[in-house]
């Protein structure tokens, strides 16, 4: 990982985030301009474009980000998917030709897979926001939740896991390139969502770390611009923040404690330039209960103890830092959504004012 203004490069405006509010993937909604709306108007500093699960299955998260892989099979009827146990060869010949081609458009979103990411264009290009977001589904999670016609999961089939995982890194170069030319002052990040790195030494789910850490790396290591990780839940971050990354989303509403346990590794990825985002408004009703000067506060504490290290102050680790939902909101009901993102907004007011102080 190189530093903020080492990795943003001299065309960009040094701006650290300060606890700007940031949204995480997906919304309840079904109209895509109540969707942007929502996003745009709650998280101007980092704009990004909303994932709409409720309006198609197209957009599940595993699926959104399939369009164009080898053997994949789509039901949307029945809302399945899964990947033929053997790829027919010119489908795997086609599609090393076009990676070979270097062009990302060759592996863009299209709109039924994503509804609300051409429709941003017009958002994006009026916005001087320093940071613009798009996301991608990670390759640990994509690979053991889609299973071939064995039911076998496609992360332990070596060549469908190389395939996957250059199709992610082109899924987020194609977002890169569609940010650079609306928005080009504003610098790029792209989350990678791991919701299965929570099952980390789990016995319930084995996630065999000599290949989940390597394909993981792969991708973090090749997408330009800041490269983030989202977790909703606890993991081992002191292997997460050995990975080529940039930002860490995680859940600081239920597992702070996670974050707190490693803070050795979480400290010093601060200092080195890293930044963290703390999901710390509850995806749930609580969100229309909690104040901001409780969500504010749990942030303050939470760096409080990370300042315990001597590695970094309070004040670092609050200028490096976003506030955001503890993970998507796609599957609450719209009014708890929007308190998500209102309280997300107001919690990162709070800070700011308590940063003044």
């Known amino acids: 990982m190189k530093g903020l203004k080492e990795k943003a490069g001299k065309d960009w405006e040094y701006s650290p985030p300060r606890c700007a509010a940031m949204a995480v993937g997906s919304v309840p909604h079904k109209d895509v301009r109540a969707a942007l709306d929502l996003v745009l108007h709650s998280t101007p500093e980092i704009p990004a474009w909303p994932q709409m699960p409720r309006r198609s299955f197209l957009e599940n998260m595993y699926v959104q980000f399939s369009e164009g892989l ?11 998917i899964h990947v033929r146990n053997e790829v027919p060869p010119e489908e795997l ?30 958002d994006f290009k009026d916005s001087s926001a320093p940071y613009i977001k798009g996301q991608i589904t990670g ?31 082109a899924k987020a170069r194609y977002q890169q390139d569609l940010f650079r030319e609306w928005a080009p002052n504003a610098l790029s990040l792209t989350m990678v969502d791991e919701p299965y790195l929570t099952q980390l030494g789990s016995a319930f789910v084995s996630i065999p770390a000599d290949l989940a850490f390597p394909t993981l790396e792969q991708c ?76 504010g506060r749990r942030i303050v504490e939470g760096a409080e103890a ?15 830092s976003f506030v955001s939902p503890a993970c998507g909101t796609g599957s609450l009901p719209v009014e708890v959504a929007e308190s998500c993102f209102s309280l997300t907004a107001e919690t990162s007011h709070w800070l700011r004012a308590h940063m003044a102080e």
């Open 220 to 295: 973090m290591k090749a997408i330009t611009g800041l490269a983030g990780i989202h977790v909703c839940g606890g993991t081992d971050w002191e292997r997460i923040v050995e990975l080529s990354v940039d930002v860490l989303n995680f859940d600081a509403a239920d597992h702070l404690d996670a974050i707190v346990a490693h803070r050795d590794a979480v400290a010093a990825f601060v200092a080195d330039g890293g930044i963290l985002a703390w999901g710390v408004v509850p995806n749930d009703k609580r969100a229309m209960e909690w104040t901001d000067e409780e969500t």
């Open 306 to 320: 990370l300042a315990k290290t001597n590695a970094v102050t309070v004040d670092d680790i609050l200028e490096m």
């Open 139 to 169: 390759p640990v999670s994509f690979g053991l939740s889609v299973v071939n016609e064995d039911k076998r999961a496609i992360l332990y089939d070596d060549t469908m896991r190389d395939a996957l995982t250059q199709l992610l890194v």
């Open 93 to 122: 010949a086609e599609f090393m030709e076009r990676l070979e081609s270097g062009d990302a458009g060759a592996f863009a979103i299209s709109g039924p897979y994503a509804a609300a990411l051409k429709m941003a264009a017009a």
């Open 70 to 80: 080898p053997g994949v099979i789509i039901d949307a009827d029945a809302e399945t």
